[in-house]
């Protein structure tokens, strides 16, 4: 985790880009920021007692996996989140998947590569997998968020972006199924036909139920990766 430290000082210390004129979310002026530090002090980050399977905060009730993820049979090992899916954050998601605001996503790196350091786990990561997008779903939006997330992270990091897994079924919105409806839609939605050895730091940018990343985790593992760190930038409230 060393090297990871001192390519997280680098990044501190150079910040290449983005060069922002304005915040993202309320258009005040900024110098060299993406956010201003109004908005910013309006970002519920997640701190505290936070849940070991999606980063949410506990606020009270069961430790160390909240509500949530107490019914959830979880294929990865370990899930970190930075901060909590309220308005702001919506709307900072919103402009950076539908606005082209690529650059958030250097941002969201930033953060949640804080996260993982933070972490200080005993693991040794050799790539970034970042959730797949089916075609369908990437030539209509004109990118992966998650894979955009993952770049910025590699050159944080110096790890390597692997985008051999791949989503081959294009489900439908998730977000009227149950849990388990998301489980049987979601198994076999993503496929990998080689191998992505050794430990893995999977990316997506927003946490809701967990199924997809779960879902992802479950191919990697059958495919004989070794521990998952899932790090996304928002998790629901
Ligand atoms: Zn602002
Ligand atoms: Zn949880």
Redesign the pocket.
């Known amino acids: 985790m060393k090297s990871l430290f001192i390519l997280l000082k680098d990044y501190f210390f150079e910040l290449l880009y983005p060069r922002n004129l304005t ?6 002026e ?1 110098d060299g920021k993406e ?6 002090g309006s970002i519920q980050f997640n701190t505290g007692r936070v849940c070991g399977s999606c980063g949410r905060m506990i606020l009270s009730g069961a430790y160390p996996v909240c509500e949530n993820c107490k019914t959830l049979n979880r294929y990865y090992d370990r899930g970190i989140s930075v901060v909590t899916y309220d308005e702001y954050i919506k709307k900072l998601i919103f402009n950076f998947k539908y606005h082209d605001k690529r650059y958030i996503a250097h941002t969201m790196a930033g953060y949640m590569l804080k996260e993982i350091i933070n972490l200080d786990l005993d693991i040794e990561f050799d790539s970034i997998v970042p959730v797949p997008l089916h075609e369908t779903r990437f030539k209509s939006r004109g990118f992966n968020q998650a894979e955009l997330i993952s770049h910025f992270l590699s050159e944080m990091t110096g790890l390597k972006v692997d985008t051999s897994l791949k989503r081959i079924s294009n489900t439908k919105p998730l977000n009227k199924l149950s849990s388990e409806e998301r489980h049987d839609v979601l198994s076999d939605a993503f496929e990998l036909t080689e191998s992505i050895k050794k430990n893995i730091i999977l990316i997506d940018d927003i946490f809701t139920t967990g199924a997809t990343v779960n879902a992802c985790a479950l191919k990697l593992k059958e495919m004989g990766s070794g521990f998952i760190l899932v790090t996304t930038f928002a998790v629901g409230e």
């Open positions: 915040c993202v979310l309320c258009h005040s900024v956010l201003c530090d109004v908005c910013l």
